[in-house]
């Protein structure tokens, strides 16, 4: 591959967004639980949030990095930070990401309790201590601090980790805090419009279990920390984006199947092409068999003519009465002879006609042409006989 073109491709590649999640420093958060006023749907609630937001936040909304998590638009998680101090850490600018969550997010997706509890999670460099409230899909209150160096989560470091974090978190006693701790494993983000979370629950004296959390549409756009004016253009490109590429395969495939229909004709045209030149090779076998069968037929006639001439005149002669006489014999078929000639009166060659239809030797005569002119009568008939071997033997 030329250079040239090979760089250019890296270069474009490296511009492309990949399908990368960025995890943010959840330390760098502020969370808020707020309740969203009766009757607001869903499409406005992100409005009322935006707005409470603006009013409490000393920061222009465009300064700031936040989302929102809502319970069916009656109270949603609100989450911001100061731009600059949530893209902290990362390798490349919030916008090159496919998304950007805060790294307690994933965990607030499976935040049901049957009771009051407090669960600690760690993602990244961070850990948080999720407040869960019974029956609530949402945690009432999330605070976070940074991961300390050293940590042992396996089964006989995982208590004292524990301790460690609820002490840096500042949890007390009450509420009671869950059996173990969470860990997120890994981020999916391959589906168009949906992210799946894997995490692992480690609990001390039990083999650890891996829970799988998605969101997914709006509630992945609200989510998304670099604002809503960003997530709605985003969504927007990435839609007509995919738009666009459905149209291409779907110009791709129609393309291929155009060409596999073309490829199909040409060869039923040359299959057709074959048929046709193999039935004329058939068809002039066939010509060359019946010549050859005709060639045969007509050896054949000339043998009998050579061989039985004799014959069949003597078996004419048989019956023919002395008042008609011959004038002309000849045969062109193997058991055919044509005769012409004369008599005195045309009773004479009807007669003559019918003592040979009734010879044994004889199988029909045919063409009888007669006519009369100055007293004499001129005949023209063929006299079909059958088989020769028996004419073999006619005196």
Same mark, same amino acid.
């Given at each position: 591959?030329? %250079?040239?073109? #090979?760089?250019? %491709?890296?270069l474009l590649d490296s511009r492309l967004p990949k399908r990368e999640t960025a995890l943010?420093?959840? *330390?760098?958060?502020?969370?808020?639980a707020m309740d969203i006023p009766a009757g607001t749907s869903a499409a406005d609630a992100g409005g009322f949030v935006q707005l409470q937001l603006e009013a409490a936040s000393p920061f222009p909304i465009e300064n700031l =990095?936040? &989302? $929102?998590? @809502?319970?069916n638009a009656e109270r949603a998680l609100v989450f911001a930070a100061a731009l600059d101090?949530?893209? =902290? &850490?990362? @390798?490349?600018p919030l916008a090159d990401f496919w998304h950007a969550f805060p790294t307690f997010l994933p965990f607030c997706l499976g935040a049901d309790a049957l009771m009051d509890s407090v669960r600690i999670c760690v993602a990244g460099r961070s850990a948080s201590a999720l407040f869960l409230k019974a029956g609530a899909c949402l945690p009432t209150r999330v605070t976070s601090c940074p991961l300390p160096q050293g940590l042992d989560f396996g089964p006989t470091g995982l208590a004292a980790a524990k301790a460690l974090?609820?002490? #840096?978190?500042g949890v007390s006693g009450d509420p009671a805090l869950e059996d173990g701790l969470w860990l997120l494993d890994k981020t999916d983000c391959s589906a168009e419009e949906r992210v799946a979370f894997t995490m692992r629950q480690l609990r001390e004296g039990q083999p650890e279990s891996l829970c799988i959390y998605s969101i997914s549409g709006s509630s992945l756009w609200n989510a998304d920390a670099r604002g809503r004016i960003f997530a709605e253009t985003t969504r927007k490109n990435r839609r007509a984006a995919y738009a666009v590429w459905l149209a291409f395969c779907g110009a791709g495939i129609f393309a291929a199947v155009l060409l596999v229909a073309q490829v199909l004709v040409l060869g039923m045209v040359l299959l057709g092409s074959y048929y046709r030149s193999v039935a004329h090779g058939n068809l002039n076998k066939v010509e060359e068999l019946q010549n050859e069968a005709d060639f045969a037929a007509n050896l054949d006639s000339v043998t009998e003519r050579q061989m039985k001439p004799f014959s069949m005149l003597a078996v004419a002669n048989r019956k023919r009465p002395g008042p008609v006489y011959f004038e002309r014999a000849s045969s062109a078929e193997w058991n055919?002879?044509?005769v012409e000639g004369q008599a005195q009166r045309a009773d004479q060659?009807?007669? $003559?006609? *019918? @003592? %040979?239809? &009734?010879?044994?030797?004889?199988?029909?005569?045919r063409h009888v042409r007669t006519s009369s002119s100055g007293g004499k009568t001129t005949f023209d008939m063929e006299i079909v006989f059958k088989t020769l071997d028996d004419l073999a033997q006619a005196k």
């Open positions: 591959m030329n %250079l040239a073109l #090979k760089h250019k %491709l890296e943010l420093s959840a *330390e760098a958060f502020i969370c808020r =990095a936040w &989302g $929102y998590l @809502s319970e101090r949530a893209a =902290a &850490g990362q @390798s490349r974090l609820a002490e #840096k978190l055919v002879m044509r060659v009807q007669s $003559y006609v *019918e @003592s %040979l239809s &009734g010879d044994p030797d004889v199988r029909e005569v």
